[in-house]
Structures are given as structure tokens and as C-alpha cells.
């Protein structure tokens, strides 16, 4: 595989939220706020440990397209909107993508 090795600067970054209104709220700010070019939101049953317990949870997950330089401040951008204790703050890298489309999530993530 010849993958342009600058696209892993851009990346997939996921979080779990607790009601489709927690995560709809975090997904606008990030996007207003230009820390992420897009978010998807989609309903998930989560099986978790918590405080020694597993626990069967309906949770939203939101996938967030970003240019991983902002990770810090998507990050702490998160935590500030976020109900939970220990948010779900996973990035993932983009290994390869469509020139057309890793553009446009540079052009609408500040630099």
C-alpha cells in the first residue's frame, strides 16, 4: 500500500454520550467551535464495567472527523460539555482517505 503518511493527521475520534440531547449539544459546540468538520450520532447499547459493576447501558455515539492537531483542545472541549466522570475520548488515525474529503475536514477544522 503507497498511503500518503500525512493523513494521519487527520482522525476519527470516538465518544459515547448518555441521551441523543447530550450528544447532539457536544456535537454542534465542536463543530461550531471548528474543532470537528463532522459528527455522526447513532444510538448504541453499551455493556460496561463502572465502579466494579457491568452495567447494560442505551447510550449515543458520536464519531467525530477532526485533524488530530486539535485533539487537545477537542479534548478538553468534551470534558467541559461532558456528563460523564470518565468520558469515552478515543482517537483513532485516518490511515488513508479521499484527498477531496481529508480537504474538507481541513477546511473546516482551525488550524
Not at 54 to 68: M, R
Request: proline content about 5%; glycine content about 4%.
Amino acid at each position: 500500500m503507497d498511503w500518503d503518511s500525512g493523513t494521519t493527521r487527520y482522525g476519527v475520534v470516538l465518544v459515547t454520550a448518555s441521551s441523543r440531547q447530550e450528544a447532539e449539544a457536544i456535537a454542534q459546540k465542536l463543530v461550531e467551535s471548528q474543532l470537528a468538520a463532522c459528527v455522526n450520532l447513532m444510538p448504541v447499547h453499551s455493556i460496561y464495567t463502572w465502579q466494579g459493576k457491568v452495567n447494560l447501558e442505551e447510550e449515543w455515539q458520536l464519531t467525530i472527523k477532526t485533524d488530530l492537531a486539535q485533539f487537545p483542545a477537542l479534548e478538553a472541549k468534551i470534558r467541559e460539555l461532558h456528563s460523564y466522570e470518565v468520558p469515552e475520548i478515543i482517537a483513532l488515525p485516518i490511515l488513508a482517505g479521499s484527498p477531496a474529503y481529508l480537504q474538507w475536514i481541513s477546511d473546516n477544522v482551525k488550524g
